[in-house]
């Protein structure tokens, strides 16, 4: 009598596919190089103000919430944890061979996908707590008791978000490349290309509101009336606190909304006169719900969009054995 082969269910394939992901992530050593360098920022970030009290001769001041609006990780952080973390999480297994077992065993190929997507996110949320741990733990030791730490859970969702946008990137080059090393380029390219073109677009242009619906930092405007004057600051910048577009900034858009839910964000054109300070002049003003709401949106749809992409290529994928 012929035994009759049961097909494991869902939930067991899931599983499995995400165990076998989580094993392959912990394996790499360039993500620990990663979550090193990402100490180290945060780590700058904690003792700079430190330094440059020391280097102006000026007494340290208390703030108790340096841990909630301090920069973290900050754009590069995001960027450099979504590309080691799928750079070679599709195109690996093709480069590799190893699609061929994967793919043939009684698992669909959306279950892979899906269970690999969810094992980086898994990866994300336990570095980025971490990260987030050793900020307030070292905003308090350094700056004194800290306010609204209620409100890290916001942070943590937000930097998961502004990292799910280039890790659907990456996979979705990946996947169609079948290249970790394309990928990466890509990746890397785009980035520079936007970090840099998009600062000087920012900074001289009456047309920064295009970054908006640019993966990265987006346009910066001034939030006026929110106190948010550093110990060394610049003095030519307008006066408010500084808020970006992007789809990097959506954790402290949200903080800043939940604290000031009535905040209006003014962004100006720099002009330089010959030896001067620089000229800021008003260009228009948005409601920071407006530009909330819009990041979550533009966030949403390139996530959906690329990780639509990486899921059909891997669908199509031919596989020889």
């Keep these: 009598m012929t ?42 970030q904690l003792v700079l103000r430190i330094i440059l009290s020391n280097v102006a001769n000026q007494p340290l001041k208390a703030d108790p919430d340096f841990a909630i609006t301090g920069i973290g990780i900050g754009d590069m952080g995001f960027f450099l944890f979504a590309l080691v973390t799928v750079m070679n999480s599709i195109s690996g297994e093709f480069e590799s061979g190893t699609i061929v077992p994967l793919l043939t065993k009684p698992v669909s190929r959306t279950t892979v996908f899906l269970g690999k997507f969810f094992a980086a996110s898994v990866t994300l949320l336990g570095t980025y707590v971490v990260l987030l741990v050793y900020l307030a733990a070292g905003s308090a030791a350094l700056y004194g008791p800290q306010n609204n730490l209620h409100l890290l859970p916001i942070v943590l969702f937000g930097n998961i978000v502004s990292t799910f946008v280039w890790m659907a ?48 930092t987006g346009a910066s405007g001034y939030a006026k009336g929110i106190d948010s004057t550093p110990p060394f600051g610049n003095m030519s910048l307008p006066s408010g606190l500084q808020v970006a577009t992007g789809t990097f900034s959506i954790g402290p858009n949200m903080v800043t909304y939940i604290l000031h839910p009535s905040a209006e964000v003014t962004f100006y054109k720099m002009e330089f006169i010959p030896r001067g300070m620089p000229i800021y002049t008003e260009l228009y003003t948005e409601t920071l719900s407006f530009i909330l709401t819009r990041a979550l949106v533009v966030t949403a749809v390139y996530i959906l969009v690329f990780s639509f992409i990486a899921w059909y290529a891997l669908r199509r994928a031919q596989v020889a054995e």
């Design 3 to 44: 035994r009759k082969t049961t097909r494991p269910n869902w939930i067991t394939s899931f599983l499995a596919v995400v165990r076998y992901e989580l094993l392959w992530n912990i394996r790499k050593k360039k993500l620990y190089g990663v979550i090193i360098v990402a100490l180290a920022l945060v780590t700058l």
């Design 169 to 216: 990137i990456i996979l979705a080059v990946g996947a169609l490349s079948k290249s970790s090393m394309l990928a990466a380029l890509v990746g890397v390219g785009l980035w520079l290309g936007l970090t840099i073109v998009g600062q000087i677009v920012a900074a001289f242009s009456g047309q920064a509101w295009v970054l908006t619906y640019l993966p990265g």
